[in-house]
């Protein structure tokens, strides 16, 4: 499958390529996102050079609904050209009936609604677009920033699994949470990067 982009409010979902090593680099020595995020540390410009060039584009080789996809979250910088703000995956499991999806922010990209909108544009192209029933995250227990994230978006939170996720070695206990995609047909909606509730509809 061709790698492709997907475009929200705020951002802009587009593949990763060669060019973004220095800056997943850069965002990667964040001591937030190597407390939380699977990644080496310490954080090597080789690391960042695997992730761009073969980790984030191998998955897109797969057939469709089994296609890993992971894209670069981009916004138009001050100079008007698109700046790497972070990353947003989905990871069909089992293919064809449900996705992972895992996201992270650099830190100077904070604050702005871009991790909402990188996450509700993933969400509703897995859903609507993909046909997955479902869309299910987890974090590491005590990851509040992401678990409010995927609460804003919409997420149901539905408990705790005990040595669900390995980081570095260590198994630890990760918080999990749904949604389906009868719940983009509700009432309760879902909030906006600016900070308006919107329908799903």
Request: proline share 6%.
């Amino acid at each position: 499958m061709e790698p492709y982009s997907l475009r929200g409010e705020l951002c802009e979902l587009t593949p990763f390529n060669p060019a973004d090593t220095q800056r997943v680099f850069d965002y990667c020595q964040d001591g937030e996102i190597q407390r939380w995020v699977p990644v080496p540390v310490p954080y090597r410009m080789e690391d960042a050079a695997v992730f761009t060039t073969s980790t984030a584009q191998k998955g897109w080789g797969g057939p469709g609904l089994v296609a890993e996809r992971t894209w670069a979250i981009r916004q138009l910088g001050p100079d008007g050209k698109p700046y790497l703000a972070g990353a947003v995956c989905l990871r069909p499991n089992p293919p064809g009936a449900s996705a992972e999806i895992g996201y992270l922010l650099a830190a100077d990209s904070r604050g702005r609604g871009l991790a909402t909108d990188a996450v509700n544009t993933a969400v509703g192209h897995a859903i609507r677009d993909l046909g997955m029933r479902r869309v299910y995250w987890q974090a590491l227990v005590g990851n509040w920033a992401s678990r409010r994230l995927a609460v804003r978006c919409g997420f149901k939170v539905e408990g705790t699994l005990r040595s669900q996720l390995i980081i570095r070695g260590v198994a630890a206990d990760a918080w999990v949470g749904t949604i389906l995609a009868e719940d983009l047909a509700s009432d309760d909606g879902y909030w906006t990067a600016d900070g308006r509730v919107r329908l799903w509809d």
